[in-house]
């Protein structure tokens, strides 16, 4: 008799469907999966972005952490202004080849993971603030050295 049935429940919504509703899964003794395409659909969905977020989560967490190990091995400050704040704080490449650098390392962080597998070079770098970085790539000599 139970093989006969033509429809089945999704454990999902509830609703009593076609079993062309559902899509074929050989982990399930039936064959097919407990949800129906449109509950499944939606939930791979979720379960993606909810895995995208954690994933970017788990990045920016061992960015930042590697980020405090460098900036630390480098003084810890802005080599410029003093500033401490770690979010303002970016590592300088003196020689100016910060593009190559990062062109070598894209996922960012790699920069970072980079000096500290060569144990912190101590030539061509430096810790400078957002500020101060941004005023030296255009300008050559930070405002805060002219005043
Ligand atoms: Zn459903
Ligand atoms: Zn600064
Ligand atoms: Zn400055």
Redesign the pocket.
């Known amino acids: 008799m139970m093989k006969l049935k033509k429809n089945k429940v999704c454990i999902k919504c509830k609703k009593v469907l076609s079993l062309d509703s559902f899509c074929k899964n050989k982990r399930y003794k039936d064959g097919l999966h407990t949800y129906c395409r449109s509950c499944n659909s939606a939930n791979t969905k979720r379960w993606g972005l909810r895995n995208k977020k954690k994933q970017k989560e788990i990045y920016r967490r061992h960015g930042a952490k590697l980020k405090r190990q460098v900036i630390d091995a480098y003084g810890g400050e802005?080599a410029?202004?003093g500033?401490s704040t770690i979010e303002f704080l970016t590592i300088d490449h003196i020689n100016k080849n910060g593009k190559e650098h990062r062109k070598r390392f894209p996922e960012g962080w790699g920069v970072y993971r980079d000096l500290i597998r060569r144990n912190f070079p101590n030539e061509g770098y430096r810790v400078?603030?957002m500020?101060?970085n941004f005023a030296t790539r255009y300008i050559n000599t930070c405002p805060?050295e002219l005043y």
């Open positions: 802005c410029c202004c500033i400078l603030c500020n101060c805060h």
